[in-house]
């Protein structure tokens, strides 16, 4: 049951979003950790972690969190359930392509959506924050990846890796 | 594109992991990758149909880099192309996230792991904030979209409401604020 109800989330989480993988979060941190209380926001962190060190999109994140759940079993059906409906709209909207592109629907309704989504981002990060910044140490490492990340071009798998050398060496 | 039909979904697969195992670095490098790859050495599609895209996996929700994949896929091989181009781009991701899955179940308690993982928990906090500054800078261009996206923010943040709603919401809302616009 709770299977089944972890992969409905994913389906729909991502049929709705647009604009990449962080997108997904707001709703996935809703429905995971508050509302469930399937993971901790700690767990979450850590999935989020995972999902951006290794290769392809954050939504990998989604097979870590389907280990934790139910093993082997729960990544795998995490892994059908957030790509499959990716499959289904993307091959539509290809097909249709012209249709699509020009849809009124569709473009007024995602250009609604998509600050939307940013301001959903924001605020998941306050929840997230309050459990992953405790002391000066933490506070520090949260600032300068946002520095080094938003102004630079280094690649956040760096920044990561470094966050956690620095987590073993002092925390 | 006339060659398409007597590729192998076999060649379509292995080209299509290894994209997915070497794209790190963001989105842009990882569509330059993909363009030398697709478009320069296997002359699978053209670069106007790899533009195409590209802009189609952007107007899809998912991870747009994987909806990229889909469409040129589906471009190939219809639906059998579009199922092996994201079986071949996600395996390895997939496969290396369930490893560090079961090592990270495996290693719960452990302290140096934990004090690991509070430093990482830390950045990934830094790293959502920088996406947001990114996606904003963007984005929000005008106070229309900083409405959407400050209503949304206290939806959320302040009032608790569920994100599924406010997205179907802020979708509804977009409809009627911008289609006059498009029409």
């Keep these: 049951m709770i299977l089944l109800k972890f992969c409905l989330i994913l389906f729909v989480v991502n049929s709705l979003t647009i604009g990449g993988g962080f997108m997904m979060l707001p709703v996935l941190h809703k429905e995971f950790v508050e509302k469930y209380h399937w993971i901790t926001n700690q767990e979450f962190l850590d999935a989020i972690a995972i999902g951006q060190i290794t290769p392809g999109p954050l939504t990998v994140m989604n097979a870590v969190i389907g280990y934790k759940i139910s093993g082997l079993t729960g990544a795998v059906l995490a892994m059908v359930s957030s790509y499959l409906p990716c499959i289904i709209i993307v091959t539509l909207a290809c097909r249709y392509y012209f249709h699509y592109k020009d849809s009124v629907i569709v473009s007024s309704s995602f250009q609604g959506i998509k600050p939307a989504v940013i301001g959903l981002l924001a605020a998941v990060a306050i929840p997230l924050g309050s459990t992953s910044i405790v002391d000066l140490m933490t506070f520090s490492i949260a600032v300068i990846s946002f520095v080094v990340i938003a102004f630079s071009k280094t690649d956040p798998t760096f920044v990561i890796i470094g966050a956690g050398i620095v987590g073993a060496l002092f925390l | 594109m006339y060659k398409a039909r007597s590729i ?176």
């Excluded at chain 2, 979904?9 to 993909?34: C, D, R, W």
């Design chain 2, 8 to 183: 192998s979904l076999k060649n379509i697969f292995l080209v299509f992991l290894k994209i997915g195992t070497f794209a790190f670095g963001g989105v842009y490098s990882m569509l330059i990758f993909f363009e030398k790859e697709l478009v320069e050495k296997c002359k699978w599609v053209t670069h106007e149909e790899f533009i195409e895209s590209v802009a189609l996996g952007q107007m899809t929700p998912g991870p747009p880099i994987i909806n990229t994949g889909i469409c040129i896929g589906y471009k190939l091989k219809k639906i059998k192309g579009a199922l092996v181009t994201t079986a071949g781009q996600t395996f390895t991701g997939t496969v290396l996230a369930v490893l560090l899955a079961i090592f990270y179940v495996k290693t719960k308690g452990n302290v140096l792991i934990g004090s690991i993982m509070k430093g990482i928990g830390a950045a990934v906090v830094g790293l959502l904030l920088s996406i947001v500054y990114k996606m904003a800078k963007n984005t929000i261009q005008d106070y229309k979209a900083a409405i959407f996206a400050l209503t949304a923010f206290i939806a959320l943040g302040v009032l608790k409401l569920n994100p599924i709603g406010l997205i179907l919401v802020s979708g509804l809302a977009g409809f009627i604020v911008y289609k006059e616009k498009k029409e």
